[in-house]
């Protein structure tokens, strides 16, 4: 159980494109979703905490009109990369958790914008 | 200070020994703790998770908590090489269920 899945799985971009990365809970719902980048040799970096029905909440440095996320349902949340551009190429990985703190994460996004 | 401190490593271990992964945190008000192991490349696996003071064992893992001197453990016995990883502490945070992760401690078993 709590599987996490991610698409796609890796995607090139051009410089000033926008890329969409959705993220399912494919055997539980999930109240929560969250978002992470980690760039090579670096721990996870928080992006952005999502409910459904709600307003993502952002950390701290990030652009919420960079990163657009939307969590219409308890099983799906989507992330959007707004005008790529090469410092955005990273691993985007995100999460799901439901009732707890466990979060199970997907398998990972990784963009590399050209 | 950070929130989460780990021993960035690597930690070698030779294969069959018990590897001993330490993390201390700083938000009291963590009841909530998880670590997760990271292969090189991919997402991070839930492999523990403790909320009581105290030992929880599964299979080849042991976690331990102390919350008064708010430090967590993660103990590998019979360490394989598959278990070379990186190891991520994570209380839960004191706002809702969002995580903190420490940087991580890499571990290298050797055959």
């Known amino acids: 159980g709590a599987v996490v899945s991610q698409h796609p799985s890796w995607v090139i971009c051009k410089s000033g494109t926008s890329v969409k990365i959705e993220c399912r809970s494919l055997d539980f719902q999930a109240t929560t979703m969250f978002w992470y980048r980690q760039f090579p040799k670096q721990s996870l970096m928080l992006m952005a905490t999502s409910n459904e029905g709600s307003k993502a909440t952002y950390e701290q440095g990030v652009e919420k009109d960079k990163f657009l996320i939307n969590h219409a349902s308890l099983t799906l949340s989507t992330l959007t990369v707004t005008s790529a551009h090469p410092e955005d190429s990273s691993f985007y990985i995100c999460?799901?958790?439901?009732?707890?703190?466990?979060?199970?994460f997907g398998p990972g996004t990784r963009l590399t914008v050209l | 200070q950070k929130e989460v401190e780990q021993n960035s490593g690597p930690l070698s271990v030779p294969e069959g020994a018990i590897a001993s992964l330490n993390c201390t945190y700083s938000?009291?008000?963590?009841?909530?703790f998880f670590w997760y192991r990271q292969y090189s490349g991919k997402s991070p696996e839930l492999i523990m998770s403790i909320y009581s003071n105290g030992d929880k064992e599964d299979g080849r893992f042991t976690a331990q908590l102390n919350k008064a001197s708010q430090y967590v453990s993660l103990l590998i016995r019979d360490s394989q090489p598959s278990d070379s990883a990186t190891y991520l502490c994570a209380p839960g945070g004191e706002y809702g269920n969002k995580l903190v992760f420490g940087a991580g401690t890499i571990l290298r078993v050797k055959s």
């Open positions: 938000d009291r008000v963590s009841q909530s």
């Open positions: 999460s799901a958790s439901f009732q707890g703190n466990e979060q199970f």
